[in-house]
């Protein structure tokens, strides 16, 4: 099967600093939950630029569901769904009223649209929010309001840069479970950055990125055993320690 995300070769270079992402290679499958895991400054939120065509990449090439970014940016694009770091919803607009906008802004048709976000805000649990001010609703609230907004053209891949951040426990871990259900009950491929351990899951794939190289790869217990650790903190401090290799 295509692979929902195929990134090979990426590098990337602000100015004349040196590299931010040297030689990236890691591929997403089509209904898996993989994890971009790194410390602060590892180059997740770059490599998120790239993706999203914020950055072009100096050398490599990204495949969005078998379309090449570069070649064919409209058709990559519109196969994904993102959830930025920074909140981008408008706070003066009804949860519906951001929803009915971005779903314009993709082309979707009135009656569609109403479809498709009623759909969205029975499962995401907004059904009694949808009226409501965004400036209203507590930051989990809000980033179920992006998660359903991301998904309204119901693209095959979906993509999230440090989602959690600033949410309450219960919320992270409400938010981590939803887009976990979303690959078993969807079959929708997810590229989650993060660099918080407990947002992975023992049957996850993981990419370990470590100042802007990817250091280990694969199903998080095949790095656990690579690592001779019982978890992933563990892992991590093995697999990035000076000369690692996995």
């Not at 409209?74 to 971005?102: C, E, H, I, K, S």
């Not at 009623?118 to 949808?130: G, I, M, W």
Request: charged letters at 20%.
């Amino acid at each position: 099967m295509t692979a929902a995300l195929s990134v090979t070769g990426l590098r990337f270079a602000y100015g004349k600093g040196g590299f931010a992402l040297r030689d990236v290679d890691f591929t997403v499958a089509p209904g898996r939950f993989t994890a971009l895991l790194g410390a602060n400054g590892a180059g997740k939120s770059t490599l998120m630029g790239l993706l999203t065509r914020l950055f072009t990449p100096d050398q490599g090439d990204i495949q969005i569901c078998g379309h090449d970014l570069r070649r064919n940016p409209r058709a990559g694009l519109g196969a994904m769904g993102v959830v930025f770091q920074q909140p981008t919803l408008d706070l003066d607009l009804t949860v519906r009223q951001n929803l009915t906008y971005a779903a314009g802004l993709r082309g979707l048709g009135g009656r569609e649209t109403a479809s498709r976000i009623a759909v969205l805000l029975e499962r995401f649990a907004l059904s009694a929010r949808a009226g409501d001010k965004v400036r209203l609703l507590n930051g989990g609230h809000r980033r179920r309001v992006e998660l359903a907004r991301a998904l309204l053209h119901r693209p095959p891949l979906l993509i999230l840069d440090e989602p959690t951040v600033g949410l309450d426990a219960p919320s992270r871990r409400d938010l981590v479970a939803h887009v976990h259900r979303l690959c078993v009950e969807e079959g929708v491929s997810v590229l989650w950055a993060t660099h918080l351990f407990d947002e992975v899951a023992p049957g996850d794939d993981v990419v370990l990125l470590h100042r802007g190289a990817v250091q280990a790869r694969g199903p998080a217990a095949d790095l656990l055993a690579a690592s001779g650790t019982d978890n992933l903190a563990g892992a991590f401090q093995v697999l990035t320690a000076e000369g690692a290799t996995a």
